[in-house]
Each structure stands twice: as C-alpha cells, then as structure tokens.
T-cell receptor, first 117, second 114 residues
Framework: AQSVAQPEDQVNVAEGNPLTVKCTYS??????LFWYVQYPNRGLQFLLK??????LVKGSYGFEAEFNKSQTSFHLKKPSALVSDSALYFC???????????????FGKGTKLSVIP | SQTIHQWPATLVQPVGSPLSLECTVE??????LYWYRQAAGRGLQLLFY??????ISSEVPQNLSASRPQDRQFILSSKKLLLSDSGFYLC?????????????FGDGTRLSIL
C-alpha cells in the first residue's frame, strides 16, 4: 500500500525568505510524485511532478521539488516566498505498478503555508 | 485546452433529501474521472473513480453513489443525505492512458446539510 506523510500542519515563513514544505512517501516500487496547491474555496492546482530522471524538478510559480530516493522524500521549495504563496499544499504519490489502482493518487493531509509580509 | 466544470458551487440541503452533483470535462476524450470529499479544508478522501462509461469503482462504502452516463460526465448522487455528508466535494480528471499524468481538479461544491 502507498502512503504520504506531510509532517508539518503549518509552515510560517517571512516574505522573501526561502520556503520548504516537507513530504515523505512509501510505495513498493518507484513512485510517481506530485505537488498541488489549494487556495480557499478552490480546487487543487497541479504544481509539478517527478516521474523519472533529474531529481530536481521545476514547476509553476517558481516552485521546485527535490526527489531523494534514499530518504523517500519529495520536499517542495521556493527560493523567495511571496505573500500570494500562502495556501494549502498537498503532496501526492502514485504507484504505477499497483494494478487496477494505478491511476489513483494518495494524498498527504496538507500543509498550510503562511507567508508573512 | 481541457477544462473541468462542477456545479453547483455551493449547496444547502436538509437531512434526508436527495443529492445530485454534476461534473463535466471538455477538450479530452476517454478521461479517468474521480470524486473526492475534503473535510475541514484538509485531507482528500477518494470516493469513486471511473475509467470508462458505466464503469464505477467505489472506495468507501456509504450512502453515496456515482454514475458516468457519458464519456465526459460524472455524477455524484444520494437518495437520502446524512449530516455526515457535509463537506467539500471535488471532481477531477486525468488522461485515460499514462500513469505519469497528474489529476486536474474542478473548483468543487461546498455541501452543507442542515
């Protein structure tokens, strides 16, 4: 069975400082990993994904994430936080070899990011 | 480009009343479709998914049901709503082939049961 953990319910960061939102995962094989952002009363927006290849992936709005297989982590990062980055962030994992359930995503519980002006 | 529409955006229903939430996708064919419920603005619970017309997989036994009468239409229903059915319901789609593609979400329906 696959699982995702986001160990921080909330992350506070000052505007202009770098931000990191943590994610660890557990799958039986090689994972497909995704990050999403959710603004209040909106759906989830896709930010970036890791499938294979370069461990550092770049996505929308200046976000990037680093895949670390040995630590089973996929932390989301941004060099300089904006107040508009304040939102709820979800990490998700898919095990492409899980048979009939391969299309399903397993989501973490979310991390609320607050960027302080 | 592909778009996904959900309606209504908000809904207030009495306990015991029926429910019908609709989701449609434009700009793609043979998508995989999903219904999620999000409680208290946090974790997502997968309720149903569909890989084709008339093919519905249920992840959580409950008084909700889903149907896919057309390729790009996904409907969430209930015959009698419970207080516990309150929440934020999200529809999503992903391409019908390729596990490396993300899911794309609609803007959700906020359901309040009185």
């Amino acid at each position: 069975a696959q699982s995702v953990a986001q160990p921080e319910d909330q992350v506070n960061v000052a505007e202009g400082n770098p931000l990191t939102v943590k994610c660890t995962y557990s799958v039986s094989g090689n994972p497909y990993l995704f990050w999403y952002v959710q603004y209040p009363n909106r759906g989830l927006q896709f930010l970036l994904k890791y499938i294979t290849g370069d461990n550092l992936v770049k996505g929308s709005y200046g976000f990037e994430a680093e895949f670390n297989k040995s630590q089973t982590s996929f932390h989301l990062k941004k060099p300089s936080a904006l107040v508009s980055d304040s939102a709820l962030y979800f990490c998700a994992v898919r095990d492409p070899h899980s048979g009939a359930g391969s299309y399903q995503l397993t989501f973490g519980k979310g991390t609320k990011l607050s960027v302080i002006p | 480009s592909q778009t996904i529409h959900q309606w209504p955006a908000t809904l207030v229903q009495p306990v015991g009343s029926p429910l019908s939430l609709e989701c449609t996708v434009e700009g793609t064919s043979n998508p995989n479709l999903y219904w999620y419920r999000q409680a208290a603005g946090r974790g997502l619970q997968l309720l149903f998914y569909s890989v084709g017309i008339g093919q519905i997989s249920s992840e959580v036994p409950q008084n909700l049901s889903a149907s896919r009468p057309q390729d790009r239409q996904f409907i969430l229903s209930s015959k009698k709503l419970l207080l516990s059915d309150s929440g934020f319901y999200l529809c999503a789609w992903s391409p019908g082939v390729g596990f490396n593609q993300p899911q794309h979400f609609g803007d959700g329906t906020r359901l309040s049961i009185l």
